[in-house]
């Protein structure tokens, strides 16, 4: 090796990214004996700390916790059995529990990475490197895939030679683009729509999530402590959160999610103001040779129906058993099958997020059509029992369970 040359390791599995599904793959990797580096282009404290929202499926929970990786969010997250729309100046409570028997949690994202982390790296010494600059995969359709990238610390380039990748660094990170550029279709879709994402240092005016349903644009409460409650307001995309004083946002809550006997919601000081523009794409297919894609750097699902997370756990569950089988056992079935089974309900939920975003925004569409037909909708969920439990089963995650 030159001087110039990068400093070569090897190691079965290079996971792209420190976020729920890269950290889920490597703690089922670390679990079963597979070694593998984690690559993260970010410092720990930021991967600790990024502003997510956080809805889990009840699956999704009971899945972490079999693997021994769910006491924290066991003991410390919110139950929910329940939600309600706020529409035609009404409240109108969904109480699926009661019809379905199951229930969300809700356990904001950054809590579940620390949780992650301190799994991996801190109880079972994994090998995560945090910082890291210039990540390139190369030769990932032969039998020698490699991963290079710079040291954040020393600034000495590296290469880690390997048997398989994960690429788990999201929307904008370098896995997805290598797979995309000619190996995969991406379809996209763009609801034409922003929210303004906020946290506010208050108590929520309810026990349950809201949904408000309002001509002048769509409005959302979830609780996320007794302190503490996330919101959203519908925007135009791309609009500025400096647009949006403190005065203008309560002032919007309280219209938008006002109804007869209702509490107005607490105002306190807003600590995060950030829009959200609305759009989706699918990655299909989700692997290519050696590379593998989880969570959003396969798909994003706009967060209108509270699925991205779960996907990137179902896609991080399923990768790293495959992964496992393969290296532990030379069992290729789980790895043959990935995209498909992965792209099934990343299909269902993208379908489920375009019927809801109808629901949620349609009266503030300008369009009297839309507004009927998104009333109709609702109106159907609190008079019909079949329509209630179809909304219930794909609301809480669908029939079919990892």
Known sequence: MTPDSPDIQHVPVVVVGAGPAGLTVANLLAAAGVRCVVLETETRQFVERRPRAGVLEEWAVRELDKRGLG????????????????????????????????HHWVYPQPMLVSDLLRAYADERGGDVRFAVRDVAVHDVDSDRPSVSYTCGDTGERRLLRCDFVAGCDGARGVTRAALAGGRARVARHDYGIGWLALLAEAPPSTDCVLFGVHPEGFAGQMPRSPRMTRYYLQCPPGDDPGNWSDARVWDALRLRLAAEGAPEPVEGPLIEKRVLDMHDYVVEPMASGRLFLAGDAAHLVAPIAAKGMNLALHDAFLLGDALVARLMRGDDSGLAGYSEACLRRVWDYQEFSQWLSEVYHGAAAGDAFRAGTSLARLRRLFRSPVAAAAFAEQYLGGAEHY
């Open 71 to 102: 006491e924290r969010l066991l003991g410390g997250a919110q139950r929910h059995t329940a939600c309600e729309f706020r529409f035609d100046g009404g409240r109108h409570r969904f109480a699926y529990g009661e019809l379905t028997g199951r």
